[in-house]
T-cell receptor, first 113, second 114 residues
């Protein structure tokens, strides 16, 4: 069964305290890994797509990396406005077959000033 | 600006009532999706549509129905057969279903039982 596990479930940081969020997965036929940010009462906002092991993407204070079994979302010198729930999702399946997006449960980040 | 519009933002359902959630996109995307989000759980797929006049069941389709008569629109009906409808419903779209195209989301509809 395809599974995506995010850890920790919640994380509190002080402003400027860098950390990493983990997304581990066991899926058949990885076709892409996605990171989203979700604010309370809003829909997920797309951040990154990673396609293959070794790939990295950056956006402001966020950097996403991918290995064969997991992805990390590194947050450097976070600010209070980075507080949100971060979702990881993995695209599985074979082209023309039953492709689907499997989501983790999310990780709630709180950055205190 | 291009995007996905969901309405209403809040919806209340009486017992035995069917309710319809609206989803409209102006991104010219072929594929559209409906997810359900419950506290402490990952998003779960209800239905998806790869193209107009076509749709497939997701993991939790029981008690729901959809239609795709126009490329821009993918309404979701929560029927009285859905016994636990209270949740946050999210609509998404992507350029196409196959391949690693990111899905883009609307801002959701929160459905509650009266």
């Amino acid at each position: 069964e395809d599974q995506v596990t995010q850890s920790p479930e919640a994380l509190r940081l002080q402003e400027g305290e860098s950390s990493s969020l983990n997304c581990s997965y066991t899926v058949s036929g990885l076709r892409g890994l996605f990171w989203y940010r979700q604010d309370p009462g809003k829909g997920p906002e797309f951040l990154f797509t990673l396609y293959s092991a070794g790939e990295e993407k950056e956006k402001e204070r966020l950097k996403a990396t991918l290995t064969k079994k997991e992805s990390f979302l590194h947050i450097t010198a976070p600010k209070p406005e980075d507080s949100a729930t971060y979702l990881c999702a993995v695209r599985t399946g074979s082209q023309g077959g039953s492709e689907k997006l499997v989501f983790g449960k999310g990780m709630k980040l709180t950055v205190n000033p | 600006d291009g995007g996905i519009t969901q309405s209403p933002k809040y919806l209340f359902r009486k017992e035995g009532q069917n309710v319809t959630l609206s989803c409209e996109q102006n991104l010219n995307h072929d594929a559209m999706y409906w997810y359900r989000q419950d506290p402490g759980q990952g998003l779960r797929l209800i239905y998806y549509s790869q193209i107009v006049n076509d749709f497939q069941k997701g993991d939790i389709a029981e008690g729901y129905s959809v239609s795709r008569e126009k490329k821009e629109s993918f309404p979701l009906t929560v029927t009285s057969a859905q016994k636990n409808p209270t949740a946050f419903y999210l609509c998404a779209s992507s350029v196409r279903h196959s391949g690693a195209q990111p899905q883009h989301f609307g801002d959701g509809t929160r459905l509650s039982i009266l």
